[in-house]
């Protein structure tokens, strides 16, 4: 996580402004590494699941890691969270209640509760120290954990959607850590099989489905267990540069509604004035793969 020549010990909640050259590096895998010059360390925590670390970074703003894996930063935080609730909000007739799973950043929360047809969103997330940390170092993104609309619930996400009642929820949006570690249940066919039966119908599923260009997962696969449990899976892709690559992709899953066919326009207007990514354009042709990808997903997603 951190280049080799700086060996360092960190105090919890420490806020240790180095003299040195102090580099975050997340390695992608044994070839690809991306790195960010750091200002501060201002927290790090073991939680029971992860390390949770914040830093003050030189070009990108505040960043979470868990891990040492990036999950977010202040400057390009608003891709992830525009498309990963916009989009199935967008298309959705009449979403009124609303879950999503990890997040605990809280950013996903955010751009949901612009949608004031949601009655309640509910977020379950595994680890309190994220919350914690979102809290306290990231005010722009949290302030959707505390909100009027919103129930936070700490726990694994597997358990709380086996537990839930039947058509409980018309989007369920999956903002999971990769599939490694307590996130690898977030991505078997069986979890999305139990994700449907708490759908209501015409519901729609909307999950993280990491990097193209990234070998080390393999995304028919990923793709793959959506469709287990749905009848028409879609891969949606973008931009950011944080991510591993710098482009990340998300599965759209649904059994009755197409990924922008039927974009309510005008809701999408006017949450066009509030967002820095998502608009109807990039909605749509977020649904354009390349040829690279459409050969990967042939035969597993409808627009490969
Ligand atoms: N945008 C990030 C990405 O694409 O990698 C994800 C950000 S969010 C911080 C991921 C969250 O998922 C983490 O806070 C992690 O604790 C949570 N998580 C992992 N496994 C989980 C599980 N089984 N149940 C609930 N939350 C989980």
């Known amino acids: ?21 102090l580099w975050y590096q997340e390695r992608h895998n044994d070839e690809v590494s991306f790195g960010l010059h750091v200002k501060k360390v201002l927290h790090s925590v073991q939680s029971p699941f992860q390390r949770v670390d914040v830093f003050e970074s030189t070009g990108f703003g505040r960043i979470l890691t868990l891990d040492g894996l990036m999950m977010c930063s202040d400057r390009d935080e608003f891709v992830y969270h525009e498309m990963i609730s916009h989009v199935p909000l967008l298309v ?6 609303v879950l999503v799973i990890g997040g605990g950043d809280g950013g996903t929360l955010r751009e949901v509760l612009r949608h004031d047809c949601v009655q309640e969103a509910v977020l379950c997330e595994i680890d309190g120290e994220v919350v914690e940390a979102a809290k306290q170092f990231f005010p722009s993104l949290a302030f959707g954990l505390n909100h009027p609309r919103a129930k936070v619930h700490i726990g694994d996400g597997v358990d709380f959607v086996k537990k839930s009642a039947a058509a409980q929820f018309d989007i369920i949006i999956v903002d999971s850590t990769d599939p490694i570690g307590p996130g690898v249940g977030l991505f ?3 979890f999305y099989k ?10 729609i599923v909307m999950a993280q489905c990491e990097s193209p260009w990234e070998n080390k997962f393999d995304l028919a696969k ?17 931009t950011i540069p944080s991510y591993p690559y710098g482009y990340w992709s998300w599965g759209f899953a649904s059994d009755d509604v197409h990924p922008f066919e039927s974009i309510n326009f005008e809701k ?8 820095k990514y998502y608009n109807v354009d990039i909605h749509k ?20």
């Open 194 to 203: 139990e994700v449907k039966r708490i759908l209501t119908p015409g519901g």
């Open 1 to 21: 996580m951190f280049s080799k020549k700086i060996p360092h010990t960190l105090e919890s909640d420490s806020d240790i402004t180095s003299p040195l050259d």
């Open 222 to 238: 990923v793709y793959g267990n959506l469709k287990e449990a749905f009848s028409s899976v879609y891969s949606m892709v973008g």
């Open 92 to 97: 959705h007739p009449n979403p009124k209640r």
């Open 268 to 275: 999408a207007r006017a949450i066009e004035k509030g967002t």
């Open 188 to 190: 078997s066919g069986e």
């Open 285 to 304: 042709s977020a649904f354009a793969l390349p040829n690279f990808l459409k050969q990967k997903l042939h035969g597993v997603v409808k627009n490969a």
